[in-house]
C-alpha cells in the first residue's frame, strides 16, 4: 500500500466533504424556515409573508441544486477511491445509502418543482403541505446519511464472514437506531437550522442597512433572529449530548478534543481554553485552563475520572496483541479453510481490527513476518498510532464551540432589539448579522473536521483501519483526479456565489417597491432616515 495514495484518497475525500458541507447546512435550515414562513401567511393572510417564502424559496432553489451535483460525487468517491472499504462494509454501509435516495431524495427532488412553481396552480394549505413535504424530504437525507456515517462512528448491527473477508448486515434495526448516528443527527440538523437562520438574518440587515425593502426585511430578521436562537440553544444542548456518547464509545477522541494525557484525578480537572499538544512526548507544551469545569462538563459529575490517551494507549497494547494472533489465524484459515484456524482466529476475533491496524507496521504489511524480537516494537507503534491528531482534534472543537457561543449572543441581541423595535437603530447589530452569514457554515465544517479526524485512525472505529480501506491507484491517477476535483467544485462555489449575490441584491419582487413596505410598517420616511418603529409594532404579527 502507498501511503501517499491513501493520504491523498483522504484529502479528495475530505475536500468533496467541505465543498457541499457548504451547501447541505443551509438546505436543511432553510425548508424547515421556508415552511414556518409560509405558515405564517397560510395562517394570517398578510401577501408580505408570501412574498418571503418565495424569496427565500429561490436562494433554496441555488443552494439546493449546488449540493445535489457536489454531494453525487460522494457516494462515487466510495467506489472508486475505497474500494476496499466498499468491498468490506458495503452490505451495511450501502442499505442506509440506497433507502435516501429512494425514500428522501425522490421525495425532496419530486416536491421541491411543486414548491418553486406551483404557487399559482394549487390551494395555499395545498402549497403548504408540499413545502412542509420538502422539509421533510431534506432531513430525511440528512437521516439516512448519518446512520450510515454512525455506522462508521460506533459499528453496531453487523457480522464479520471470515470465508467472504466482509462485515454482513446481521441487525438492521441496530443500524437505524444506533445511538451515535441518531446524536448526530440532531445536532447536525439544527445546526444546518443555525445557517439558514443566519442567512436570513444577515440579508436581512443587508436591506435595512440600505433602507430597501423594509417591511420584508423586519419581519425576515425578527423571524431568523428567534428561530436562530432556538436552533442555538438546541445546537448547544445536543452538541453536549452527542460529546457524551463520545465519552462512552470513543474515548480517545474525547481525550484528543480535550487535550488529557493523564486520567483525570477529583476534585473536578481543569478545562483547558487554549494549549500547545505534543503528540510524539504525550503531553502539553502549555495550557491555559479554568478550574473545575472539565469533568462536569464531560461527566456531568463532580468527580468521575476522565481516562487519558497514555491510559487509553497502554489499554490498547493486549487489544493488538490479540488482534495479531486474530489477523494470522485469519490469513492462514482463508489459505487453508482449516477448521483449526478458525477457531484460533475466533477465539480472538473481537480484537481483528487492531490486528489489521497493527500491518502497517510489520514487514511486508504481512503480520507472518513478525518475530518475537519486533512483536513488542510493532505493539508499541500500533498502540501510539491508535489514537487520533491530537492538535486537530483540540482547536477543531474549540473554533466549532466558541462559533456557538457567538451565534447564540448575536442572535439573543437581534431578536432583543427586533421585538422591542430598535433594531434599526442598532447597526452594529445588523453590521454584524451581515458579516457573519458564512460563520455558521464555517462552525459546521469544523465540527465535521471534529468528528472525522477523531475517529482516525480507523474507516470503521476499531474494526476497519484507514490506510487498508483505500483503493490501489497510482500517484499520478490521484494527482490528477484531484486536480480536475478542486478546479470543478471551485466552478460550483463560483456559480453559487453568483447566483446568491446577485438574487441577494436585487431583493424580493416589490409589489409596490419600497412605499409599499413602509405603508404595510404604517411609517413614512425618505432614503437615508431612520422612521419611528414603535407605531408600526402592531402591524409586525
Not at 421533510?136 to 467472504?164: E, R
Not at 503528540?279 to 456531568?300: R, S
Not at 479453510?337 to 504489511?365: C, I, M, R
Request: glycine content about 8%; hydrophobic content about 50%.
Amino acid at each position: 500500500m502507498d501511503y501517499l495514495v491513501v493520504e491523498l484518497s483522504r484529502l479528495q475525500f475530505a475536500l468533496t466533504v467541505l465543498y457541499h458541507f457548504q451547501f447541505v447546512p443551509l438546505t436543511l435550515g432553510l425548508s424547515f424556515m421556508l415552511a414556518a414562513i409560509e405558515t405564517v401567511y397560510v395562517v394570517t393572510g398578510k401577501d408580505v409573508y408570501r412574498q418571503m417564502a418565495k424569496f427565500w424559496g429561490k436562494l433554496f432553489l441555488i443552494n439546493f441544486a449546488l449540493g445535489v451535483a457536489t454531494g453525487i460525487t460522494m457516494e462515487f468517491e466510495f467506489g472508486t477511491n475505497w474500494s476496499l472499504y466498499s468491498h468490506a462494509v458495503g452490505d451495511i454501509f450501502g442499505a442506509p445509502l440506497a433507502i435516501e435516495g429512494l425514500m428522501a431524495f425522490f421525495m425532496e427532488s419530486t416536491f421541491i418543482g411543486l414548491m418553486m412553481f406551483g404557487w399559482s396552480r394549487m390551494s395555499k394549505y395545498g402549497h403548504l403541505t408540499v413545502t412542509y413535504l420538502v422539509a421533510l424530504g431534506s432531513n430525511l437525507s440528512a437521516l439516512w446519511i448519518l446512520i450510515a456515517n454512525g455506522f462508521m462512528q460506533h459499528p453496531v448491527g453487523d457480522k464479520f464472514n471470515p470465508d467472504t473477508m466482509r462485515f454482513e448486515l446481521a441487525n438492521f434495526a441496530q443500524v437505524v437506531f444506533n445511538s451515535k448516528a441518531q446524536a448526530e443527527f440532531v445536532h447536525t440538523t439544527v445546526a444546518g437550522y443555525v445557517s439558514a437562520a443566519m442567512l436570513v438574518m444577515g440579508i436581512s440587515a443587508f436591506y435595512l442597512l440600505r433602507q430597501r425593502h423594509r417591511a420584508f426585511a423586519l419581519r425576515s430578521f425578527r423571524m431568523a433572529a428567534i428561530f436562530g436562537v432556538t436552533a442555538t440553544m438546541a445546537v448547544i444542548t445536543l452538541g453536549d449530548a452527542s460529546g457524551r456518547t463520545d465519552v462512552l464509545m470513543q474515548e480517545a477522541k474525547v481525550a484528543a478534543m480535550e487535550g488529557i494525557w493523564d486520567n483525570t484525578k477529583p476534585p473536578a480537572a481543569s478545562w483547558d481554553i487554549v494549549a500547545w499538544p505534543n503528540q510524539k512526548e504525550m503531553k502539553n507544551d502549555f495550557a491555559i485552563g479554568i478550574p473545575y469545569v472539565l469533568t462536569p462538563l464531560l461527566t456531568h459529575t463532580i468527580n468521575e475520572p476522565v481516562k487519558g490517551l497514555r491510559t487509553i494507549v497502554d489499554e490498547n497494547k493486549p487489544k493488538i496483541d490479540r488482534g495479531i494472533d486474530a489477523a494470522i489465524a485469519l490469513k492462514k484459515y482463508s489459505e487453508t479453510q482449516d477448521p483449526t484456524d478458525l477457531v484460533a482466529y475466533q477465539v480472538n476475533a473481537k480484537d481483528l481490527g487492531y490486528g489489521l491496524l497493527a500491518t502497517e507496521f510489520s514487514p511486508h504489511f504481512d503480520l507472518s513476518n513478525i518475530t518475537p524480537e519486533n512483536r513488542q516494537q510493532i505493539i508499541d507503534k500500533t498502540a501510539k498510532a491508535s489514537i487520533p491528531d491530537v492538535w486537530v482534534e483540540f482547536y477543531a472543537f474549540r473554533v466549532m464551540v466558541a462559533l456557538g457561543f457567538f451565534f447564540l449572543f448575536l442572535f439573543a441581541f437581534g431578536a432583543y432589539y427586533s421585538l422591542n423595535c430598535k433594531l434599526e437603530s442598532r447597526r452594529w447589530v445588523l453590521r454584524l448579522a451581515m458579516w457573519s452569514i458564512p460563520l455558521p457554515v464555517l462552525a459546521t465544517l469544523y465540527g465535521w473536521v471534529t468528528a472525522e479526524a477523531g475517529r482516525q485512525p480507523w474507516t470503521v472505529y476499531e474494526k476497519l483501519p484507514t490506510f487498508i480501506s483505500a483503493s490501489t491507484h497510482s500517484v499520478g491517477y490521484m494527482i490528477f483526479s484531484l486536480a480536475g476535483f478542486v478546479l470543478l467544485y471551485s466552478s460550483f462555489i463560483a456559480v453559487e456565489l453568483y447566483l446568491m449575490f446577485k438574487f441577494a441584491r436585487k431583493g424580493p419582487d416589490d409589489d409596490g417597491g419600497d412605499d409599499a413596505d413602509m405603508a404595510a410598517l404604517g411609517t413614512s420616511g425618505g432614503a437615508g432616515t431612520i422612521p419611528s418603529a414603535a407605531p408600526a409594532a402592531k402591524n409586525w404579527q
